[in-house]
């Protein structure tokens, strides 16, 4: 595609309820991020995909929180029971390989736990 | 672990004028990259500007340009002939060996008529 698509754009969820969250990197990007970002803050890292594997999970806040890729494309994040502190904008960003490289964004899922 | 502090959470500056956005960063890495990316109010990140820490000229995109200070451990974004278009967050990032970017907590700049 032309550009990084995520979806939904927003989502409202009751809390407790499981939420997933889809991004559709650029056409040819083998590397996928996810971000999180909280009101007022700066963007907090939670797992990459190099292709389809994620080598790194560290960044994940906790294990309600898992993500997979599949074909080395299409990305899910998913969110289990979730709790109001979930409540954030949720970015996914791609490029062309791994590295300390351009990063392309979608324009995110803004999440809304109730 | 590396860093990237931006101590400025809001500035402003009128049309047409100049401002200057402060970054600084911590890292034992010789090799890497600094962006700024701009957010306006869609959520959109976009790139605005790029530096490899290996080349010593300062990057330049149009109006934005960067003062690369490598052994201060700075990276400031200068925006000359500001424009209400400007009005958003910019954040600033670290790319490195670990792969991911690191960012700042961002600054709020607003562009006044």
């Known amino acids: 595609g032309a550009g990084v698509s995520q979806s939904p754009s927003n989502k409202v969820t009751e809390k407790g309820k499981d939420v997933e969250l889809r991004c559709d990197p650029i056409s040819g990007h083998t590397a996928l991020y996810w971000y999180r970002q909280s009101l007022g803050q700066g963007l907090e890292f939670l797992i990459y995909?190099?292709?389809?594997?994620?080598?790194?999970k560290s960044g994940l806040p906790s294990d309600r929180f898992s993500a997979e890729r599949t074909g080395g494309s299409v990305s899910t994040l998913t969110i289990q029971r979730t709790q109001q502190e979930d409540s954030a904008v949720y970015l996914c960003a791609s490029s062309a390989d791994w590295g300390p490289t351009e990063a392309f964004f979608g324009q995110g899922t803004r999440l809304t736990v109730v | 672990a590396q860093t990237v502090t931006q101590s400025q959470p809001e500035m402003s500056v009128q049309e047409a004028e100049t401002v200057t956005l402060s970054c600084t960063y911590d890292?034992?890495?010789?090799?890497?990259?600094l962006f700024w990316y701009k957010q306006p109010p869609s959520r959109q990140m976009i790139l605005v500007i790029r530096?490899?820490?290996?080349?010593?000229q300062n990057a330049t995109e149009n109006r934005f340009s960067v003062n690369f200070q490598k052994a201060a451990k700075s990276f400031s974004l200068k925006i000359s002939d500001s424009q209400l278009g400007d009005t958003a967050m910019y954040f600033c990032?670290?790319?490195?060996?670990?792969?991911?970017?690191?960012f700042g907590k961002g600054t709020k700049l607003s562009v006044k008529p």
């Open positions: 990032a670290f790319g490195g060996s670990q792969g991911n970017l690191i």
């Open positions: 530096q490899e820490a290996y080349k010593q």
């Open positions: 995909f190099q292709g389809n594997s994620a080598p790194d």
């Open positions: 890292t034992s890495e010789n090799n890497y990259y």
